[in-house]
């Protein structure tokens, strides 16, 4: 990969709808804004489903690399800015020496990922239902195998982020609006029991046949 330079990639026009670089460039702004240095965006069919090459061409400039197989008219936006703020908290939480050994994801990264980051379940689970026949996962992150070209222009699944059960609040959560589902914490998969009003007691629900 370091074989290249970032203006000798072939361009590839994005179908997303919006700007890529422009996406990322706000995500820098919005939740790494001590971060001045110049980011390269590209689409390149490498095997990561998205990497950061830093210090690519020069000690503050860096290259961020999306997989083609992201660049479809129905790849959600949400997706596309997770990613994003995936790959610049490298630049924030290097790779480092963790007990012995050289970990691409140190803890801190993935602190500070949640912090960010609260609908990464939700996008990782997009992105196994939408791309997973084309997807391996290992300790470095999705890989992309050559199935890719058989799906690129397949229609994808609507982002449906699913409501967090971990007591973040909705305004951090939804910052649009929205609502947020508290479960009581012995919940299970069985008709929870009714409460007489009156006497306090509880009778279980009968089961349908």
């Not at 590209?42 to 690399?65: C, K, N, Q, T, W």
């Not at 996008?123 to 999705?142: I, M, N, P, Y």
């Not at 050559?146 to 959560?173: A, D, I, K, Q």
């Amino acid at each position: 990969m370091f074989r290249y330079q970032p203006l000798l990639f072939q361009p590839v026009p994005s179908l997303l709808g919006y700007s890529l670089s422009e996406l990322v460039e706000e995500t820098r702004a919005v939740h790494f804004p001590d971060i001045e240095d110049h980011i390269e965006v590209r689409f390149a069919a490498e095997s990561p489903l998205a990497y950061i090459a830093s210090a690519f061409m020069g000690r503050d400039r860096h290259l961020v690399v999306f997989h083609p197989v992201l660049n479809n008219p129905g790849t959600p936006i949400e997706v596309i800015c997770f990613i994003a703020k995936h790959e610049l908290t490298h630049l924030r939480c290097p790779p480092r020496v963790v007990d012995g050994w050289w970990e691409m994801h140190p803890p801190e990264f993935w602190e500070h990922e949640a912090e960010i980051g609260p609908e990464r379940h939700a996008v990782w689970a997009w992105t196994q239902r939408a791309l997973g026949k084309c997807l391996s996962h290992d300790e470095h992150g999705f890989r992309v195998s050559g199935r890719w070209r058989t799906m690129r222009e397949m229609r994808r699944p609507p982002y449906t982020p699913s409501l967090p059960f971990n007591g973040e609040r909705w305004e951090r959560v939804c910052p649009e609006g929205g609502a947020q589902l508290h479960l009581p914490p012995d919940w299970v998969k069985r008709p929870m029991p009714i409460q007489d009003p009156v006497s306090g007691q509880s009778h279980h629900r009968p089961r349908s046949r």
